[in-house]
């Protein structure tokens, strides 16, 4: 079985974790965080104990790795992390829960996660390095940019599109064929009904700017 590296200690990891152990397709090689004082503690029983100093002598055993923490705001240091993992190397593998539901042709980039109770449905194309959270319902036909965070129980409806580094906050409703742009923070609890332009930060019912 092969090896992955898991690079973030917190909760997303925790989760995380418990997709990999149910789907019983990789061993946790361990996990790497930055902060020293996390050093010596576990998530469910693996071992924090690595750092990015650590990196290079880990890619000659394990192969794979990925980025296991979330965000709450415009997912900068997930897209960081994970171009540097490139950088040493690693593959990132795509891991879905068994839990969820996603259609046959769907398509998810490389290092995306799709947590337990997600659907995905017909048509849809999830960027690398996404985040696809507890709940979440992705209509058909939408496109979801790289390095995005789906927070839990957000509803994409059909035919939207939502562009890269954007944190679509938890259970957040998106009317059809919505165009999202870039680097753009959605409330929790908004409902988008009309386009949002790049670099935006919208929040409420309807969803405005502030």
């Known amino acids: 079985m092969e090896k992955i590296l898991l690079v973030g200690a917190g909760g997303h990891c925790k989760v995380v974790i418990s997709i990999i152990l149910k789907n019983d397709n990789y061993e946790i090689y361990g996990i790497s965080d930055e902060k020293k004082s996390l050093h010596g503690q576990k998530i469910l029983d693996y071992n924090i104990s690595f750092s990015e100093k650590n990196w290079s002598d880990i890619s000659l055993y394990c ?44 398509k998810i980039g490389e290092g995306s996660v799709v947590m337990p109770g997600a659907v995905i449905n017909p048509g849809t194309v999830i960027g690398k390095n996404c985040i ?74 309807p969803a405005k700017l502030f």
């Open 63 to 106: 192969k794979n790795a990925l980025v296991a923490f979330g965000n709450t705001d415009i997912p900068y240091q997930r897209k960081k992390i994970f171009e540097k993992l490139k950088k040493y190397h690693f593959e990132l593998p795509i891991i879905i829960s068994k839990d969820s539901i996603i259609a046959e042709d769907v």
């Open 132 to 205: 696809i959270n507890t709940g979440c319902v992705i209509d058909h036909d939408c496109n979801i940019g790289e390095h995005t965070h789906i927070a839990p129980g957000v509803t994409c409806s059909g035919g939207v599109f939502i562009d890269k580094l954007c944190h679509i906050g938890t259970g957040a409703t998106i009317i059809q064929s919505i165009i999202i742009g870039y680097e753009t923070l959605v409330a929790a609890g908004a409902v988008v009904v009309k386009n949002i332009p790049q670099k935006s930060r919208v929040k409420g019912v």
